[in-house]
């Protein structure tokens, strides 16, 4: 396969929050999955400070080349003043699984 694809990570305050990024993407043809891994707690540096916050996890399958516009819907979206958006690139995959994350339309054979 020529095309490139990425997991793109981004956590949300809430369940409310992560179900509407998540269905955005999917919606705008942006991603072709989200996952919510809801209940996980971050322990970060912010503003000098240590903080601790419950949030739930995104995970996003998406092409390379859509990387732009899911950054900034996500920071359209999102109501943290920094949102995280890291990109990862996926390396292999099973074929079937990524022509469908190439059109996922059409369920490959």
């Known amino acids: 396969m020529t095309t490139a ?3 793109v990570l981004t956590t949300c305050p809430d369940a409310k929050a992560a179900d509407m990024i998540a269905r ?3 919606e705008d043809r942006l991603a072709a999955c989200v996952n919510i891994i809801s209940s996980m707690q971050s322990v970060y540096r912010w503003k000098g400070q240590i903080e601790s916050a419950a949030e739930h996890l995104l995970v996003i399958k998406i092409r390379e080349a859509d990387y732009a516009a899911v950054q900034r819907r996500i920071a359209e979206l999102h109501s943290y003043e ?3 958006v890291i990109a990862v690139p996926i390396e292999n995959g ?3 699984y990524l022509r469908w994350l190439e059109n996922p339309d ?3 054979p």
Do not use: F, G, R, T
């Open 5 to 7: 694809y990425q997991l």
């Open 24 to 26: 955005s993407l999917v």
């Open 82 to 84: 920094l949102p995280e």
């Open 94 to 96: 099973s074929p079937a």
């Open 106 to 108: 059409i369920v490959p």
